[in-house]
């Protein structure tokens, strides 16, 4: 089965779900993350993929992350999707514009940094545990559901 989680810059909430999912090492489990506006050229962007790699080490799993984001397109949806996971409504919005996503998709309604309840930049790491937190809980519950 191959799993496709799709967040905004691929910087957090899909880079977390992919990075979990693999350090499972479930058999039969291929899982890729990606982002419907990834800016690998911006430093701040950069700076947020870095802060996600600290929570993924103290979660002990950064050895299972990938090196950068990837930028979503048809070929990634169409060569290894058979299960795609959107991280919320924003993703969804702009994902149906840049690609036919699966009738079958998800949407998981994980708040992003900057977006509902977390805008407060000086609780960035609180808001990206929890996240954490959220993510995790999704994944396990996706499979053992399945």
Known sequence: ?????????NVLRSLIAETYLRSLNIDGVDV?????????????????FSNTLDVLKRHEIHMHAKRKPDQL?????????????????RVVDEANKL???????????????GEGHRTNHEEREQ???EIYHEI???????FTAR
């Open 1 to 9: 089965m191959n799993i496709h989680f799709i967040c905004r810059g």
């Open 32 to 48: 890729i993350s990606s982002g419907t506006n990834v800016n690998w050229d911006d430093p701040q962007e950069r700076e947020y």
């Open 73 to 89: 397109d048809q070929d990634r949806i169409d060569g290894h999707s058979d299960f795609v996971v959107l991280m919320n409504q």
């Open 99 to 113: 690609v036919i996503l699966p009738s079958d998709t998800l949407n998981w309604m994980i708040t992003d940094i």
């Open 127 to 129: 808001y990206e545990e």
């Open 136 to 142: 995790i809980r999704e994944v396990n519950a996706l």
